[in-house]
């Protein structure tokens, strides 16, 4: 009797573990991410004065920081999906569709698609957390190359303290 239930079980096991990829592959949801900033590789525009870190990316939209060096004086160009940018420090001159607006920090920006905008920065560095929103949000930074300056990136780890009770790491 032992061993038929034995013989029933792995039976019930082995079929369960072919099953298993069809049912992994049937699911089409995008997988949740976090991330820390200093363990991505930011990308710089190729004249070095912009700097992006690609936080995450979905199927509609992109979260990432963006950095504008001191002294630049950026072309316009034209949005394909819509911006929202919230400045962390620094501040800047925005035209858009050459209507000029002074940025700073704790200031929010939203730029709907089809916009020309350029940027105008002073003396300090441009700090920003980037949202596009639409189906190719974020792609106008595949081309940028990866950085590779002094600066030190990633950032030395330090030991981090552990998550409130509750809080899953995965």
Known sequence: ??????????????????????????????????????????????SGEARVVPMTQGKWAYLGEFVLQPGVQRTPEQRSEEEYLYVLSGSAILAVDGERYFV???MGVYLPAGVDVQ???????????????????????????????????????????????GVSLR
């Open 104 to 106: 700073g920090p704790r």
């Open 119 to 165: 940027w105008s920065n002073g003396g300090e560095r441009l700090v920003a957390v980037q949202f596009f929103a639409g189906p190719a949000a974020g792609t106008q930074y595949n081309d940028w190359m990866p950085e590779e300056n002094d600066e030190v990136w990633p950032r030395p780890r330090r030991m981090p303290r552990p998550p409130p009770s």
């Open 1 to 46: 009797m032992k061993a038929i239930r034995l013989g029933m079980a792995m039976a019930i096991g082995v079929t369960a573990a072919l099953m298993a990829p069809m049912v992994i592959a049937a699911v089409s949801a995008p997988m949740a991410s976090v991330v820390q900033a200093d363990r991505v590789t930011p990308r710089v525009s190729e």
